[in-house]
């Protein structure tokens, strides 16, 4: 398997290689490296299972405490945590990692220089947005501004459903009302484009935060991507 994973790392810089066709935007549930608890770390995160799945060139953009609101929230005072910030700068073509990098680097993704605009995204957020006090309406709303940022480039857009939240207990959260109301949203405004990230989840699927999904909950995400992916 690293032999594997080396292989298909190596390709992506290969003179000539083909460039970045699928973006994974998100929250922490996307980003991937950070947990702890992750079997084979990176390679453990759903955006990096689709991209071992599939030909084209996978890219992670997802950064923790992030929402698709318009919060004008920084972490440590400089990294963007609004994802239209990072959406705007892949569709004008510039890698949003690239300002924070190190050694060619930043959160454990490599930047890529020139940086191909995506064929297509997948927007992954909602969680946050939730915490950060944003009604299900407004979360759409930001939703379809971005979106219409992407579809003006030629891209395709598809949307995750907010995952569910649990209790200690493995009962679901006091927010599964807003999560579903949400998530009805989604559904109804994009039926053929959204991905189901709530649906098929249960507390097994999450770790004792009930917010933070394990190895196989990614696992489950990455399918349900892959599945909408599928022509």
């Known amino acids: 398997m690293k032999k594997l994973l080396l ?14 066709t699928i973006v994974c935007n998100g929250d922490s549930n996307t980003q991937s490296g950070w947990q702890s608890w992750y079997p084979n770390g990176r390679a453990d995160g759903w955006c990096e299972r689709v991209g071992m799945a599939r030909s084209e060139l996978v890219i992670n953009r997802g950064v923790g405490a992030s929402s698709i609101s318009d919060t ?14 990072y959406v ?16 060619g680097f930043f959160l454990q993704q490599p930047i890529y220089s020139p940086f ?7 927007f992954a957020w909602g969680t946050n947005d939730i915490t950060y006090g944003y009604t299900p309406r407004q979360i759409i709303t930001a939703y379809k501004k971005y979106r219409q940022h992407v579809i003006a480039t030629g891209a395709t857009v598809y949307i995750a459903t907010t995952p569910p939240q649990f ?14 109301d949400l998530n009805q949203r989604i559904r109804g405004n994009w039926p053929q484009r959204y991905v189901e990230f709530y649906v098929g989840f249960t507390a097994d699927d999450f770790t004792a935060d009930g917010i933070h999904v394990t190895a196989a909950g990614q696992a ?5 991507v892959l599945d909408a992916l599928a022509p």
């Open 167 to 180: 209790n200690a207990d493995g009962t679901l959260s006091a927010k599964d009302e807003l999560i579903r």
């Open 220 to 224: 489950k995400r990455a399918q349900a």
């Open 88 to 103: 705007d700068l892949e569709v004008a073509g510039t890698d949003p990692f690239a300002a924070f990098a190190t050694d």
């Open 72 to 85: 004008g929230f920084y972490w440590g005072g400089n990294l963007s945590l609004w994802g239209g910030y």
């Open 7 to 20: 292989i298909c790392a190596l390709s992506l810089f290969l003179p000539g290689a083909a460039r970045a």
């Open 116 to 122: 191909a605009v995506p064929d297509v995204f997948v």
